[in-house]
């Protein structure tokens, strides 16, 4: 654990402000959920809850069956890493954050279907030079919880009847897991 060297006072109602510089930091946003914890020494600890990241083991399977099926390697995130990977080693991915271009098509609740692959760049993972063909973020009950993206292969640079039936399924199904 990292000391930041900022002191916050409860305040009448047991509300603390969480800094802005933090808040940026760890992409932490209005109506983001949050869980404590607390230790034996007295700490307490705020983690942002990811309810993707929760089922990430249900992701995974998700991705091995779209990576079978299509032959395209899979990610899935929530709405800050990705969490789930197939037919990419996990160390590339794994825990990487997501890029802002990505952001901002769940924010906006798009959809990216690349159409010609020559003309694509639409990098999903930070520090990682790997297109995407195909991204869906993940809805649960109005909420963005993550996203089901396809990468490039060496066989497959634009997105095909069959990603994109995938990939929805995919979205669709991750999304109702969630809601449970």
Same mark, same amino acid.
């Given at each position: 654990?990292?000391?930041?060297?900022?002191? #916050? #006072?409860?305040?009448?109602?047991?509300?603390?402000?969480?800094? !802005?510089?933090?808040? #940026?930091?760890? #992409?932490?946003?209005?109506?983001?959920?949050?869980?404590?914890?607390?230790?034996?020494?007295?700490?307490?600890?705020? !983690? !942002?809850?990811?309810?993707?990241s929760?089922?990430?083991? /249900?992701?995974?399977?998700?991705?091995?069956?779209?990576?079978k @099926?299509?032959?395209?390697?899979?990610?899935i995130?929530? !709405?800050?890493?990705?969490?789930?990977?197939?037919?990419?080693?996990?160390?590339?991915f794994?825990?990487?954050?997501?890029?802002?271009?990505?952001e901002?098509?769940?924010?906006?609740?798009?959809? %990216?279907?690349?159409?010609?692959?020559?003309? /694509?760049? %639409? %990098?999903?993972?930070?520090g990682?030079?790997?297109?995407?063909?195909?991204?869906?973020?993940? +809805?649960?009950?109005?909420?963005?919880?993550?996203?089901?993206? %396809?990468?490039?292969?060496?066989?497959?640079?634009?997105?095909?009847? +069959?990603?994109?039936?995938? @990939? /929805?399924?995919?979205?669709?199904?991750?999304?109702?897991?969630?809601?449970?």
């Amino acid at each position: 654990m990292k000391a930041t060297g900022i002191v #916050r #006072r409860i305040d009448d109602l047991g509300r603390v402000v969480i800094p !802005k510089e933090i808040r #940026r930091t760890m #992409r932490i946003r209005e109506g983001d959920p949050l869980e404590i914890y607390t230790n034996s020494e007295g700490e307490v600890i705020f !983690k !942002k809850y990811s309810a993707i990241s929760e089922m990430s083991e /249900n992701a995974g399977y998700v991705a091995d069956i779209m990576h079978k @099926i299509s032959g395209c390697p899979v990610l899935i995130s929530d !709405k800050d890493h990705i969490v789930a990977t197939a037919g990419v080693t996990r160390r590339e991915f794994s825990e990487r954050r997501i890029t802002g271009q990505l952001e901002e098509l769940m924010e906006n609740r798009g959809q %990216f279907f690349c159409p010609d692959g020559s003309t /694509n760049s %639409f %990098f999903p993972a930070e520090g990682v030079d790997r297109t995407a063909i195909a991204a869906v973020p993940i +809805i649960t009950a109005g909420d963005i919880s993550g996203a089901v993206i %396809f990468l490039t292969s060496e066989k497959t640079s634009e997105a095909a009847d +069959i990603h994109k039936s995938l @990939i /929805n399924a995919a979205a669709q199904f991750l999304s109702r897991q969630i809601d449970g």
